[in-house]
């Protein structure tokens, strides 16, 4: 299960370099309060559907879309340090990624309920960051502890 989540946590990080993308091409901010607000209580509402915690679920989206910001930021930074021009076909982010992050979230609620009995365990929360350190070894240390700090001792 900490593997799964792991992987998920992964692919919607992988979702947040397609979103650099079109941010880069259209200017829009990274940070976009009022759509993070509404992904937070989609998440949520979706997580007690599963019985969740919704103070476990609310950090956990939130961590998640922090991380998201900081793939975006690094590579607008590493973008404007090369000069790089527009992308030729980036993703639209309504048409194309959002369903995406839909369908993720879905997933991810589905992990967190496969492991609901488990969230508070100290070993639980062990094995999903040594797993988040595996799936996310190609990213920033301040991307991982972003997207991992849910699980951290003490959280």
């Given at each position: ?64 879309i ?38 993720l ?35 920033s ?15």
């Amino acid at each position: 299960a900490a593997a799964i989540l792991a992987g998920l946590i992964a692919a919607r990080l992988g979702l947040a370099e397609r979103v650099a993308e079109a941010k880069w091409n259209s200017g829009q901010p990274i940070a976009d309060p009022p759509r993070e607000a509404k992904v937070v209580v989609a998440f949520v509402t979706r997580a007690a559907g599963h019985d969740l915690p919704p103070g476990f679920a609310r950090a956990f989206i939130q961590a998640q879309i922090a991380a998201s910001r900081l793939v975006q930021s690094e590579l607008h930074a590493a973008w404007r340090a090369a000069g790089r021009g527009p992308f030729a076909a980036p993703p639209d982010l309504q048409r194309d990624l959002r369903p995406r992050f839909d369908a993720l979230s879905q997933a991810l609620v589905e992990a967190l309920a496969a492991a609901a009995g488990t969230l508070e365990q100290p070993a639980w929360r062990a094995a999903v960051t040594t797993a988040g350190a595996a799936a996310l070894a190609g990213r920033s240390a301040a991307v991982r502890q972003a997207a991992l700090a849910p699980f951290a001792p003490g959280s």
